[in-house]
C-alpha cells in the first residue's frame, strides 16, 4: 500500500466499532528498528497496525455515496432523518472508554506539546509538502505519541475528503458532511459536555437551514432578474433598430435635400447666365435707338433747313415786296428806330429803378422758406442746449465713474491681495456619490452660495449616515415639544423617499383632521400612532435632522418651515389648492381627456387662473411648461406631466416657478406695505394704521380677509379686533418690525390690481 492511501479493508457496523475500541485499548507495541524506519508515514504504519487488527473503516454513518446528491438542492427532511439514524447507530454502537483519551485517567495533554500537528484537509497524503511537514513534527515531538483515537479521526478525515467529489454544485455542503459526522463522533464520546456540544451544533444547523431557506427563496429571484434582463436586452436591440432605420430615413432625406439644392443651384446658374444674356441684348437695343434718335433728330434738323431755304427763295421771288416806295419804307424804317430808341429807355429806366426788386411770388416763396428755416434753427438751438446739458451730465457722470472704477480697481486689487480665490467645484465630480454625472445635475443652474448648500446636503447626509444615535436636547422652554428628551435615542437611518413619504402622509392624516391641535403637537402624536410611543421619540429626531438638513427638498424644507413656526399651514394647503385649482382648469379644457393642450389653450388657463400676474410671469410659467421662441400656438403640451413628483418629492419646474413667484409677490407685497407705514422698523403700528394702508396699496381687500391679515399682524382673534373706529385700536401697538415678521409668516397676498378698486364684499 502507499503512503497516504485510506486503509484496504472497510467493515461499516459493530463489528468496525468493536475494532476500534479494541484498537483503542490496546496499549502501542513496541517498534523494532525496521518497523521504526517506517514512521516516516503515519499512513503506513497505521496500515500495519491495521493488518494485525480487524480491519475497519472508521464509525458509524451513512455509506458516501448515498450521500451525494444527484440535483444541488439538499431535502432537509432526508438530511434530518439521515442525522437522527446516524445519531441512533453511534448511540448503541459507540461506547468507548474514556481512558482511551488519557493517560493515567486524566485527559491527555498532547495538544499542549504537538500544537503544531493539525489536520490539513487540503494537503495531499505523501506529498513532498506532507513528508516535510511530517518529518518536522516527528523532531518536534521527540517521542510524544499522538492519540490513537485522534489518529484514526484524522484518517477517517482525510479518507472522505478525499472520497467527496468536489466537481458538483453541491461540494461545500458535501464537504461539511464528514466535520458533521467527526464533531458527532466527539459528541457521543464526551459525556460531561455532550449537552454543550449538541447545543452548539444544533445552533450550526439551524443557522444552516435558515440560509439554506433563503438561498432557495432568492433562486426565482434570479430566475427572474434573467427574464427581465433578457427582456431589456430585447427592447435595447429593438430600440437600435429602430433608431438604425431612422437614421438611414434621414440619410436618404438628406440625399435627396442635397439633390434638391443641386438642381436649384443648376437652375439659378442658368438663370444668371439668361439674366446677363439678357443684359447684352438690352445694351445692344439702348445703342441702337440712341443711334436711331440721334439720325433722327439730324434727319429733322436737314428737313427745317431746306424748308427755310424754301421759304426764303420763295420770298425772294415774291414781286409784291419789291414793289413799295422806297420813301414810305424809310419813314417806316425811320419811326421804327424811334420806337426801338425809346423803348430802350424806358427798359433803362425800369432796369435802373427795379433792378432790385423781386417779384411778390417769389418775396412770399421766399418769406415762407425764411420762417421754416427760423423755426428749423430755434428747434436746433433748443436740441442743442439739451443736448449740451446732457454733454455736462455725462461728463460729470463720465468723471464720477472714472473715480468709481479707479476706486473699485483698488478694492479689486486689495480683494484679490487678501482673499482667497474661488473655488474649483469641478472638484467636487469626483467626490460627490454617483459620480460628475449626478454633480453636474446637482449644479446646474445654481451659484455658489447654493452649491456651498448642495455640498453641504451631501456631506451631511454622509455624516447623518454614520450616526447611530442622536443625543437628547433636554427640556428647555426653547426645545420643541417633540423633541424634549433626556439621554440618547437611535437613528432610524431612513432614506429620502422613506422621509418624503411620511411627510406627506402627515399631511394627509392633518388635513382630514377635524379638530386641529398644534401643529408640533400633532407631529408626535402621528409618530406615536405610526411607530408607537417607544420609538417616536427616535423617529421625531431622525425625521427632525433630515428635513433641518436637506434645504433643497421642497417637502422636507416646507414641513420643516411649518413645524418650526416659520410659516403657517394655510401657506401649503393654499399652494396645493391652487396647483389642484389649476389642474383641474387644464383637465375641463381637455374635452377628450387626452392628457394635451394646445400652447394657445395653456396661456389663455394662465391668464385665467391668474388675472394678476404680469405679462412677463405668465411668461415664465409658460416657458417653465416647456414652451420656447420657436414655438407655435397649435403645438400640444402634456400638462399632466407638469404636476408629477419624483420619488423624493421633488416637483416639476412649472410648479417650482409657482411657489417661486408666489415668495417673490408676497415679498413685493409686504414692502410695499412697509413703505406705506413707514420705514423705521421701531414705529409702533395701531390696527387702524395697519388697516388703512392695506387699503390704500390693496383697495380690493374685502372686510374678512383684511380682518384676517390684522389679527395676524398683531396676534389677537378675529372676534376681538375693535371695530373700525373704534378708540380701543389705539390702546393696540406693536412695532413695524414685529408685525412685518408676523405677516412674514402668514399667507398674504393682493386680492386686487392697485389704483382699480373693486366693491368690497
Not at 436636547?473 to 437611518?493: C, H, M, Q, S
Not at 378675529?718 to 373706529?725: K, M, N
Amino acid at each position: 500500500m502507499a503512503c497516504g492511501d485510506p486503509p484496504a479493508s472497510v467493515l461499516p457496523g459493530d463489528a468496525g466499532l468493536e475494532s476500534v475500541v479494541r484498537a483503542v485499548l490496546t496499549p502501542p507495541p513496541q517498534l523494532g528498528p525496521s518497523q521504526a524506519a517506517g514512521a516516516g508515514c503515519p499512513t503506513t504504519a497505521r496500515g500495519v497496525m491495521a493488518s494485525s487488527q480487524p480491519q475497519y473503516s472508521g464509525f458509524a454513518s451513512l455509506p458516501r455515496s448515498n450521500q451525494r446528491p444527484s440535483v444541488v438542492t439538499i431535502n432537509d427532511s432526508f438530511v434530518q432523518e439521515a442525522e437522527s439514524i446516524q445519531k441512533r447507530k453511534l448511540s448503541q454502537k459507540r461506547r468507548t472508554p474514556p481512558s482511551q483519551f488519557s493517560m493515567g485517567g486524566h485527559l491527555s495533554p498532547w495538544p499542549m506539546y504537538a500544537s503544531g500537528q493539525t489536520i490539513l484537509p487540503n494537503r495531499k497524503p505523501c506529498s513532498e509538502d506532507y513528508r516535510k511537514r511530517a518529518g518536522s513534527w516527528q523532531q518536534q515531538s521527540l517521542g510524544i505519541a499522538k492519540p490513537r483515537y485522534l489518529e484514526q479521526l484524522e484518517n477517517y478525515l482525510r479518507k472522505e475528503l478525499l472520497l467527496l467529489d468536489l466537481g458538483t454544485d453541491s461540494a461545500q455542503e458535501l464537504r461539511l458532511q464528514p466535520y458533521r459526522e467527526i464533531f458527532e463522533f466527539f459528541i457521543e464520546d464526551f459525556k460531561t459536555y455532550k449537552p454543550l456540544l449538541s447545543s452548539i451544533k444544533n445552533a450550526y444547523e439551524v443557522m444552516l437551514a435558515h440560509q439554506r431557506e433563503k438561498i432557495r427563496a432568492l433562486e426565482p429571484l434570479k430566475a427572474k432578474l434573467v427574464t427581465v434582463n433578457e427582456d431589456c436586452n430585447e427592447r435595447i436591440l429593438a430600440m437600435r433598430a429602430e433608431e438604425r432605420y431612422e437614421i438611414s430615413m434621414l440619410k436618404k432625406e438628406k440625399m435627396n435635400l442635397l439633390k434638391l439644392i443641386d438642381k436649384k443651384n443648376e437652375e439659378k446658374v442658368s438663370l444668371q447666365s439668361e439674366v446677363t444674356k439678357l443684359r447684352k441684348n438690352l445694351a445692344e437695343e439702348y445703342l441702337h435707338y440712341l443711334s436711331e434718335r440721334d439720325a433722327r433728330k439730324i434727319l429733322l434738323a436737314d428737313l427745317n433747313e431746306l424748308r427755310y431755304q424754301r421759304e426764303d427763295m420763295s420770298l425772294a421771288q415774291s414781286p409784291g415786296i419789291w414793289g413799295e416806295d422806297p420813301m414810305k419804307l424809310t419813314l417806316a424804317l425811320k419811326m421804327t428806330r424811334q420806337d426801338l430808341t425809346r423803348t430802350q429807355m424806358e427798359l433803362n429806366t425800369m432796369k435802373a429803378n427795379f433792378g432790385d426788386v423781386v417779384p411778390r411770388r417769389d418775396f412770399e416763396m421766399q418769406e415762407k422758406t425764411n420762417k421754416d428755416l427760423q423755426e428749423q434753427l430755434d428747434s436746433l438751438r433748443a436740441d442743442y442746449e439739451e443736448v449740451r446739458k446732457e454733454h455736462e451730465i455725462l461728463l460729470q457722470l463720465h468723471m464720477s465713474t472714472l473715480k468709481e472704477r479707479d476706486q473699485f480697481y483698488a478694492e479689486l486689487q486689495e480683494i484679490q491681495r487678501t482673499s482667497t480665490p474661488r473655488p474649483d467645484w469641478t472638484k467636487c465630480e469626483d467626490v460627490v456619490a454617483g459620480g460628475p454625472e449626478r454633480w453636474q445635475m446637482l449644479a446646474e443652474g445654481k451659484n455658489s452660495d447654493q452649491l456651498v448648500d448642495v455640498l453641504l446636503e451631501e456631506i451631511g447626509e454622509g455624516l447623518l449616515r454614520e450616526k447611530d444615535f442622536f443625543p437628547g436636547l433636554g427640556y428647555g422652554e426653547a426645545i420643541p415639544p417633540f423633541l424634549r428628551f433626556d439621554g440618547t435615542v437611535e437613528n432610524k437611518k431612513p432614506t429620502k423617499k422613506e422621509v418624503v413619504n411620511l411627510l406627506k402622509d402627515a399631511w394627509k392624516e392633518r388635513l382630514s383632521e377635524e379638530q386641529k391641535e398644534r401643529f408640533s403637537d400633532f407631529f408626535f402624536n402621528f409618530l406615536e400612532r405610526r411607530f408607537g410611543p417607544t420609538d417616536a421619540m427616535s423617529w421625531a429626531y431622525t425625521i427632525f435632522e433630515n428635513i433641518k438638513l436637506f434645504h433643497s427638498n421642497e417637502v422636507m424644507s416646507q414641513f420643516y418651515a411649518v413645524l418650526m413656526g416659520k410659516m403657517k399651514e394655510s401657506v401649503y394647503i393654499n399652494q396645493k389648492e391652487t396647483i389642484a385649482q389649476l389642474l383641474k382648469e387644464m383637465t375641463s379644457v381637455d374635452s377628450q381627456n387626452e392628457g394635451l393642450l394646445s400652447m394657445e389653450q395653456f396661456g389663455t388657463i394662465l391668464k385665467s387662473t391668474f388675472p394678476l400676474k404680469k405679462e412677463e410671469q405668465i411668461q415664465e410659467l409658460m416657458e417653465a411648461g416647456g414652451w420656447h421662441p420657436n414655438s407655435s400656438n397649435a403645438d400640444l403640451l402634456n400638462y399632466r406631466s407638469l404636476f408629477m413628483e419624483d420619488d423624493e418629492g421633488q416637483s416639476e419646474p412649472f410648479v417650482q416657478k409657482l411657489w417661486e413667484q408666489y415668495v417673490d409677490e408676497k415679498e413685493a407685497y409686504l414692502q410695499e406695505l412697509k413703505q406705506e407705514l413707514g420705514q423705521e422698523l421701531y414705529n409702533e403700528v395701531t390696527p387702524r394704521k395697519l388697516r388703512e394702508a392695506l387699503m390704500n396699496i390693496d383697495p380690493s381687500l374685502d372686510t374678512q380677509t383684511l380682518n384676517t391679515y390684522i389679527s395676524q399682524a398683531f396676534q389677537v382673534p378675529v372676534t376681538d379686533l375693535p371695530e373700525e373706529g373704534d378708540e380701543k385700536e389705539e390702546d393696540i401697538k406693536t412695532w413695524l418690525q414685529t408685525v412685518m415678521e408676523r405677516l412674514q409668516v402668514a399667507d398674504i397676498r393682493r386680492v386686487g390690481p392697485q389704483g382699480e378698486p373693486e366693491p368690497a364684499s
